[in-house]
């Protein structure tokens, strides 16, 4: 047994006792400065975010140091996460359901996110204003969904192949496949990011040209956000594979990515069929079948 994996036991143990003790299974949270920090990111964000749009001095400063705040209390905030679950051993089975349901609480709110999206892009071409007439409107030369948006179906629907993969190979206590699923899955996302940025650059409308391309680039662009940080957020877990701190028994972390993973997945699935497929069509097929 390595010395790191000793210590972890060793730590498990005392937990363990230290629950059996108290008499149930939950634990109390130390004391934290990152709700304080976080707030307070949040804040500076905003009051950044305004005062560069109105064009104030140290308007960017201030906003990049909200975002500098709110970023660094997120790698702090979820470092002290991982320390109480995988080193401390607080993470009991109790605890970790409600991390799981905190999870798919966050899931739904993203979720009524991209509703809001779809509504936008919904009304505006099912029921067209006088000024735009026709839904694509005219002078918008739409992205043939059977290029680069297809490719990067296939992409997302073979990562969501891998991942699963990923999934299923730690439950059998398999680390060489599950970190090769892993590996596979932040590569195709990495991929995906690439080959839309490629699509962006090469588009015949921008976000200016009405109503079409505002909710296009917000809906597609947000969603490529996602992918971004669902990226990141394998990757953290990929790091953590190798250092071992995931287990067939105990991987939140682990299975919460994979549900963001799947959540970014079914989105995009939704953007393809309306906003590249159907979106994309003549007012008269829109309308008419």
Request: glycine share 10%; aromatic share 18%; with cysteine.
């Amino acid at each position: 047994m390595s010395k790191r994996n000793l210590i972890f036991t060793l730590l498990k143990l005392i937990m363990t006792l230290n629950i059996n003790t108290q008499g149930h299974p939950f634990h109390l949270v130390d004391p934290s400065p990152w709700p304080f920090t976080g707030a307070f990111g949040a804040l500076t964000t905003t009051c950044g975010a305004v005062m560069y749009m109105h064009s104030y001095v140290g308007g960017g400063f201030t906003l990049i140091l909200g975002f500098v705040l709110i970023i660094l209390t997120m790698i702090g905030w979820w470092r002290d996460i991982v320390r109480e679950g995988s080193f401390e051993g607080q993470h009991t089975k109790e605890v970790q359901v409600g991390l799981r349901q905190g999870m798919i609480l966050f899931i739904v709110s993203e979720v009524m996110f991209f509703f809001a999206f779809f509504w936008a892009f919904f009304h505006s071409s099912m029921n067209p204003t006088i000024d735009i007439g026709q839904w694509p409107p005219l002078g918008i030369d739409v992205i043939s969904p059977w290029g680069v948006p297809l490719l990067n179906t296939i992409i997302l629907l073979t990562s969501g192949a891998t991942v699963t993969w990923a999934h299923h190979a730690i439950f059998t206590g398999s680390f060489k496949r599950t970190v090769e699923g892993l590996t596979l899955t932040v590569f195709l996302g990495c991929f995906f990011l690439c080959v839309q940025m490629l699509e962006y650059a090469e588009a015949p409308f921008t976000i200016a040209d009405s109503v079409y391309g505002s909710t296009f680039f917000l809906t597609t662009g947000f969603h490529g956000f996602h992918v971004l940080i669902g990226t990141i957020f394998l990757l953290v877990c990929l790091v953590r594979l190798y250092n071992q701190e995931f287990t067939r028994e105990h991987h939140v972390g682990f299975e919460s990515a994979i549900w963001y993973w799947h959540f970014v997945d079914v989105v995009w699935l939704f953007l393809f069929v309306v906003v590249y497929w159907w979106g994309g069509s003549s007012s008269e097929s829109i309308f008419l079948g």
